[in-house]
């Protein structure tokens, strides 16, 4: 069933279907995520900040999985969710 959160620009959006494509059991950094968006919005570049703005506000958090995303040296960084 797709996913579609309420409001949400369509950079966004882009965003938070790139998170459900994460396999369970595996993280993706920013930067990984920022060059799918690149390319699905035909751009040239997209900045890893612009995700990370993205990610944290996914409405749905609990749903479309925002801590399988960490920072290049594999650190949590800007997560304001909390750790377990």
Same mark, same amino acid.
């Given at each position: 069933?797709?996913?579609? @959160?309420?409001?949400? #620009?369509?950079? +966004?959006k %882009?965003?938070?279907? %790139? =998170? &459900? *494509? !994460? @396999?369970?059991?595996? =993280? /993706?950094?920013?930067?990984? !995520?920022?060059?799918?968006?690149? *390319?699905? &919005? *035909?751009? *040239?570049?997209? /900045?890893? +900040?612009?995700?990370? +703005?993205?990610?944290g506000?996914?409405? %749905? #958090?609990?749903? %479309? @999985? ?9 650190? &949590?960084?800007?997560y304001?969710?909390? /750790?377990?």
């Amino acid at each position: 069933m797709p996913l579609n @959160p309420a409001g949400g #620009s369509r950079f +966004q959006k %882009i965003v938070w279907d %790139i =998170l &459900l *494509e !994460i @396999p369970r059991g595996k =993280l /993706s950094t920013y930067g990984k !995520i920022a060059g799918k968006a690149a *390319e699905r &919005l *035909e751009a *040239e570049r997209m /900045s890893a +900040q612009a995700v990370g +703005q993205a990610v944290g506000n996914n409405p %749905i #958090s609990i749903i %479309i @999985p925002c801590r399988k995303v960490v920072g290049y040296g594999g650190n &949590l960084t800007g997560y304001g969710g909390g /750790s377990a």
